[in-house]
């Protein structure tokens, strides 16, 4: 069965840096767009960004463009988000995402930018 499992999340000052790791199994990694999402409390979760198949074509939301880069590797099963810059509205808890027939979510892991 489908499973990612999120980690790398966790607290940091306005101005740093995290890296997300989403390891992904049960399912041919290499054929399927992966994204982020994120979800603030109170607030609807959204896409920040999504990397096509074969990594050559990324995308972001405008909130996050120039300072997130999302990769992957296709001969771990895996894909990243690297977060610079983080600022205090970054704060939400970060979600892997694949869409194969139905939309499959990990747990999720949370991100705290605060000084």
């Known amino acids: 069965q489908v499973q990612l499992v999120e980690s790398g999340g966790g607290l940091v000052q306005p101005g740093g840096s995290l890296r997300l790791s989403c390891a992904a199994s049960?399912?041919?990694?290499?054929?399927?767009?992966m994204s982020w999402h994120r979800q603030a409390p109170g607030k609807e979760r959204e896409l920040v960004a999504s990397?096509?198949?074969?990594?050559?074509?990324?995308r972001y939301s405008d909130s996050v463009k120039a300072r997130f880069t999302i990769s992957r590797d296709n001969a771990k099963n895996m894909v990243y988000l690297q977060m610079n810059s983080l600022k205090p509205e970054d704060t939400a808890v970060y979600y892997c995402?694949?869409?194969?027939?139905?939309?499959?979510w990990g747990q999720g892991t949370q991100v705290t930018v605060s000084s």
């Open positions: 990397i096509s198949s074969d990594g050559r074509t990324t």
């Open positions: 049960g399912f041919t990694f290499s054929t399927y767009v």
């Open positions: 995402r694949v869409v194969r027939g139905g939309v499959y």
